[in-house]
């Protein structure tokens, strides 16, 4: 299995529980490992053949910025889903962290693996 990945990708978006958090937008941190098989793409050496990252980090900037969920597990769940279903991946390790959600803790979140078998 090959990996691809986009590690730190940060986007604004609504995500808390609170009623001060529903008002306004909040720093999420995005890790993505994607399996996928890179031989051809570096046989070839064409991008056409590759795992589109920047497509990928444009689409998760698309859909994270215009969501609104009160549960990091949501929204990891949702960009699972979203990967397997637009992406050529078989499996994704999905990380969000939601930056200063407890203070004196540098990382809080949610951690998830997804295949087209689960």
């Known amino acids: ?28 941190s995005i890790d993505l490992d ?19 990252y920047k497509a990928i980090a444009k689409r998760i ?13 949501t929204l990891s769940e949702r960009i699972a889903a979203l990967l397997l279903a637009e992406f050529p991946v078989s499996w994704v390790r999905v990380r969000v962290n939601k930056l200063g959600a407890i203070r004196g803790a540098r990382d809080v979140g949610v951690l998830i693996e997804r295949s087209h078998l689960a």
């Not at 604004?12 to 009623?19: K, Q």
């Open 61 to 73: 900037i698309e859909f994270v910025e215009g969501s609104a969920f009160q549960l990091v597990e």
């Open 34 to 52: 994607l399996a996928t098989d890179v031989r051809r793409a570096a046989a070839t050496d064409c991008i056409a053949d590759a795992l589109d």
């Open 1 to 28: 299995m090959d990996l691809v990945f986009i590690h730190d990708l940060r986007v604004d978006t609504v995500i808390g529980v609170f009623d001060w958090e529903r008002t306004i937008k909040q720093t999420v």
